[in-house]
């Protein structure tokens, strides 16, 4: 009753969504054990008293069980149960004398005391040894003990005349010896009455014993059985524990984990702005270098349009050459190195600063020499005009070398927005990547929170499923309701139905075109026949015997051959009658000498059963006649004769009826040699 109250404030199976829930169901389910185990200790304690109560009337029967046992004098044993260790409440904290293997310590006041005691225990003894009374009144009347002579209990007085074993009596001391023996009789008589009520009354108590156990054995399996249902019980109670922690540590570690991948998505974030930030921040840098780095292309080009627009006039027909000169670079070639290596490739010893910082080598100045196989300037050349020309291509010199400076910085800053560009993408893959398994997690952890484990008690017999054929893994199995069931089973029916009568359909037309195709065949077999049998007919050979037999001329010899087929036919079956004659006249001597073998083996049979009884009775005989010379008494003498003359008589009796057997075989095999009234005589005599 108790623990069906307590179960009623278990949470119900649907109402474990949440954690606190989940816990004090644990708390709940954890006393539901405790309480269930503490009742059925109960009950145990209570078969431990009773058992001891039944040990108690045991032990009370055993007593007069084992005085009748003395009393009678046998040999037998008792039925004594007892308590086993395990039965006694704290039986595991308790030590015995004999588990202790050192000697036990004693205190200098404790031993004194065991001297004391031993000391006065001694001087009592002592006291005793000089005058027991109560021994010597033991003595005096009871013999010295306790017990009871048995045989005062008759009430017959057995005392034995001195004269019994004497061999001259007198007719007074006779009689005196038949009273004692009457007496004794009697006394005897008497015993036997009492050990037959004392064996009686040691078979009740007996009974009695088996029953008190038999009753107590029927107590135990009572408590067996409850003991199991008990089990069953706190077993299926500690799963739901089992289950319940589960969940729990599972919700745990998942929170965990959440926690974790929210922190990794934090920090993916925060990546994902920083190196957003910085793209952003690079390309506005990029954009106004570009615009620079343009803009002084642009003038660049324009100094390429300043030359013809300045110097082309004035040049005149040398502005051909002069524009050789404009776009010819001369750069310092590498010096040769020592064998050291220590001599620069250059006498300009910033030249490592420069290429480090992206700068390229400046050409050397021109001397204004024409080109190879023109010459020199020609004379007509205005030395105004070659001055400017100089300026005007130191300044594009310099332009160019910015140009080209500019230019590979653009292809650094162009490089380190790349680089940017995938540090971006990577931050955001790891930010897209963080972001899909705490979605996964958290989805996970909802489904997990409502995907509650449902116990069901199932009756034996009830699973019609196969387990064989159901897989071990079924995380994805899930409840349907059996009326979902069934109205899907009844559309999947229907449907199944009318599939049916769609193929019996298609069957039946399929049947129809594979007869139509059938009936084409034959009748196209049944063409090509008549078509042959047509052509046979044109081209067959026409001979005389054949116009004869067409014109009905041949009807003689066919009668003649017929005549002579039916003459075979007869002659055929007069051998055949010849031969089935001849073949049953030898199945009938087959038969004959069958039956006369029979009667040869039938007479063997009997001569030797008439030898084996001849020389059984052969046997007999001599073993009679061994007995004789050995016997001593007449009675078995003549007993052994009467049993020789009925063994004799036998074998005349057997003789005499196998005279007349052979008599009969005798009459019997003269009637086939030569007639016999014998039979005869006999039937009109009524014999």
């Given at each position: 009753a108790a623990s069906k109250g307590q179960g009623r404030l278990l949470y119900s199976h649907l109402e474990l969504s949440k954690r606190e829930t989940r816990i004090n169901q644990v708390e709940l389910l954890r006393d539901q054990i405790r309480r269930v185990r503490s009742s059925f200790n109960v009950l145990v304690r209570q078969l431990v008293k009773d058992k001891g109560a039944e040990i108690d009337k045991v032990e009370e029967k055993n007593v007069r069980l084992q005085e009748i046992i003395d009393e009678l004098q046998v040999q037998e044993g008792l039925t004594r149960p007892s308590h086993a260790a395990c039965e006694q409440e704290g039986w595991q904290l308790r030590v015995e004398d004999a588990e202790i293997?050192?000697?036990?310590?004693?205190?200098?006041?404790?031993?004194?005391?065991?001297?004391?005691?031993?000391?006065?225990?001694?001087?009592?003894?002592?006291?005793?040894?000089?005058?027991?009374?109560?021994?010597?009144?033991?003595?005096?009347?009871?013999?010295?003990t306790l017990e009871v002579k048995r045989e005062t209990d008759v009430g017959v007085d057995l005392d034995k005349p001195d004269f019994y074993d004497g061999e001259d009596l007198t007719e007074e001391q006779q009689k005196q010896c038949r009273e004692y023996e009457r007496r004794l009789q009697i006394y005897e008589e008497e015993l036997e009455k009492h050990r037959r009520a004392l064996e009686t009354e040691a078979k009740k108590i007996r009974g009695e014993v088996q029953a008190v156990l038999d009753a107590f054995d029927a107590k135990l399996h009572a408590v067996a059985d409850e003991k199991l249902v008990v089990d069953a019980e706190a077993y299926q109670y500690e799963l739901q524990v089992t289950l319940l922690l589960d969940s729990l540590v599972k919700e745990e570690d998942l929170a965990l984990h959440i926690t974790r991948l929210q922190k990794r998505a934090d920090a993916a974030q925060l990546d994902l702005q920083s190196a957003g930030t910085n793209v952003e921040a690079f390309r506005e840098e990029l954009d106004a270098f570009r615009e620079v780095y343009e803009t002084l292309l642009n003038d660049d080009r324009q100094q390429d349009k300043a030359l013809r627009r300045e110097l082309a006039d004035e040049a005149g027909p040398n502005f051909d050459a002069l524009q050789r000169l404009w776009r010819k670079r001369t750069y310092p070639a590498a010096l040769e190195g020592s064998p050291g290596g220590d001599q620069p490739a250059t006498l300009d010893p910033f030249s490592a600063e420069r290429e480090a910082e992206g700068e390229l080598p400046r050409p050397e100045p021109l001397d204004l020499p024409w080109p190879d196989g023109l010459g020199s300037i020609p004379e007509d050349l205005d030395p105004e005009v070659v001055e400017r020309f100089e300026g005007m291509r130191e300044r594009k010199i310099d332009m160019e070398i910015e140009v080209k400076r500019m230019a590979n910085r653009l292809l650094q800053l162009n490089q380190r927005l790349s680089e940017l560009l995938a540090v971006h993408e990577d931050s955001q893959a790891q930010y897209q990547m963080a972001q899909d398994e705490l979605r996964r997690l958290q989805d996970e952890g909802e489904s997990e929170q409502y995907d509650l484990v449902m116990l069901f008690k199932v009756k034996q017999g009830t699973v019609e499923i196969d387990m064989e054929t159901v897989m071990d893994e079924a995380s994805d199995g899930a409840m349907v309701e059996v009326g979902s069931i069934n109205t899907l089973n009844t559309a999947v029916r229907a449907l199944g139905k009318e599939k049916v009568v769609t193929m019996g359909e298609t069957k039946d037309f399929k049947s129809k075109i594979h007869a139509t195709n059938w009936d084409i065949e034959c009748l196209d077999f049944k063409a090509e026949e008549v078509a042959d049998?047509?052509?046979?007919?044109?081209?067959?050979?026409?001979?005389?015997?054949?116009?004869?037999?067409i014109k009905g001329g041949d009807e003689g010899r066919k009668a003649a051959e017929n005549a002579t087929l039916e003459k075979q036919m007869k002659h055929c079956k007069k051998l055949h009658d010849l031969k089935v004659e001849d073949m049953k006249k030898r199945l009938f001597k087959g038969h004959k000498q069958i039956r006369e073998k029979e009667l040869e083996n039938g007479k063997l049979d009997e001569y030797v059963q008439d030898l084996a009884v001849s020389v059984a009775q052969r046997?007999?005989?001599?073993?009679?006649?061994?007995?004789?010379?050995?016997?001593?008494?007449?009675?078995?003498?003549?007993?052994?004769?009467?049993?020789?003359?009925?063994?004799?008589?036998?074998?005349?009796?057997?003789?005499?009826?196998?005279?007349?057997?052979?008599?009969?075989?005798?009459?019997?095999?003269r009637q086939r040699t030569f007639p016999s009234f014998a039979k005869s005589w006999q039937a009109r005599n009524g014999l």
């Open positions: 293997k050192v000697e036990k310590y004693l205190s200098a006041a404790e031993r004194a005391e065991a001297e004391r005691a031993r000391a006065e225990e001694e001087e009592r003894r002592k006291a005793n040894e000089g005058d027991d009374q109560i021994v010597r009144a033991l003595g005096d009347m009871m013999g010295g049998n047509t052509r046979f007919y044109q081209l067959l050979w026409v001979t005389k015997d054949l116009q004869a037999t046997e007999k005989i001599i073993r009679v006649r061994e007995s004789d010379a050995n016997a001593v008494d007449d009675d078995e003498y003549k007993m052994q004769e009467i049993v020789w003359r009925r063994l004799v008589l036998e074998e005349a009796r057997q003789q005499s009826e196998d005279i007349a057997i052979l008599k009969a075989e005798v009459d019997r095999l």
